[in-house]
């Protein structure tokens, strides 16, 4: 546009060189659509211009309303235009290609066809057949992977004499496994939480050693982050030293194999109408069940 329109931030500015409003982008972005589809029903096909109009118009929509999405600063038509002239074409092309083969293993996946799905590769120089593109089929999930299955588990063995729950909580469950919020319970028959998403319902716990709540060798932990739907078992194995090689101590090793069954000591079962501060459930967990303290069970070894 060559007026002027009205004051913006404080000053005047041509249309093409002041950001648009999102409202204005939904604006733009309609009216592109509809002149570029007048364009291909003419003439059956739509060519690259970054000085047509409407083309240069749906790129600016576009891209700023994506912007936005992601929280990203918004550039004026002007700082489009300009960086559109400069796209390499190889680039552009190969990013195209590696989308168009993205949407085709999206629809593979849409229409249940998970056997088709395969990875494609594309590759700098041709290979003996001169192929660019290279199809391989999919990798089998991994039995050591605990990302993997439908009910991941993953062992950790550390020194729980030495390793506190805090220490736990932070380096191995947040820092190494990813997560958020946890809440971790000693699969033990009395559902005891040692470590709560709730402020400051555990952490009394958080400089107590894992022993001193019996975790030793074959220990289950159910860990539930609720923030990201994401449900964990940690089995533990407890070792004092876990090297001998290295300089600097290690803490913990996690792996993806699950630990040999052991036979169990048989259970005193007692009951007990009041339970232990420590085993109390989190108004998370108070949500998902009704607890009747009169009908408690607690197991001990």
Not at 233 to 257: M, Y
Request: glycine fraction near 6%; include cysteine.
């Amino acid at each position: 546009s060559s007026g002027i329109n009205a004051e913006y931030g404080g000053s005047y500015a041509l249309k093409d060189q002041r950001p648009w409003s999102i409202a204005e982008c939904v604006q733009v972005f309609r009216d592109s659509v509809g002149e570029l589809a007048r364009v291909y029903k003419k003439d059956g096909y739509l060519s690259w211009d970054k000085d047509d109009k409407p083309a240069m118009d749906f790129v600016t929509a576009t891209a700023n309303i994506r912007a936005s999405i992601f929280g990203i600063e918004q550039k004026t038509r002007f700082d489009v235009k300009s960086m559109a002239g400069n796209i390499i074409t190889a680039i552009a092309t190969t990013n195209a290609i590696i989308a168009g083969f993205i949407v085709l293993e999206g629809m593979k996946i849409l229409r249940g066809d998970w056997d088709k799905c395969t990875a494609t590769y594309l590759r700098r120089e041709p290979t003996s057949r001169r192929k660019l593109i290279v199809p391989a089929a999919l990798e089998p999930p991994k039995s050591t992977c605990y990302a993997c299955p439908d009910k991941p588990e993953v062992t950790v063995t550390l020194n729980t004499q030495t390793m506190t729950v805090g220490l736990f909580e932070e380096k191995v469950l947040k820092k190494h496994l990813g997560m958020v919020a946890p809440d971790v319970e000693i699969d033990d028959g009395k559902g005891t939480i040692i470590i709560s998403s709730e402020e400051g319902e555990t952490e009394e716990n958080n400089d107590k050693f894992l022993n001193a709540f019996g975790i030793t060798s074959y220990t289950r932990l159910k860990c539930d982050d609720f923030l990201q739907e994401y449900e964990l078992v940690v089995n533990i194995l407890h070792k004092t030293q876990l090297s001998e090689d290295r300089e600097e101590p290690i803490d913990f090793l996690v792996s993806g194999s699950v630990p040999p069954p052991v036979e169990l000591p048989k259970l005193n079962i007692a009951v007990d109408a009041e339970r232990p501060s420590n085993s109390s459930l989190t108004p998370k967990k108070r949500a998902r069940e009704e607890i009747d303290d009169d009908d408690d069970c607690i197991i001990t070894l």
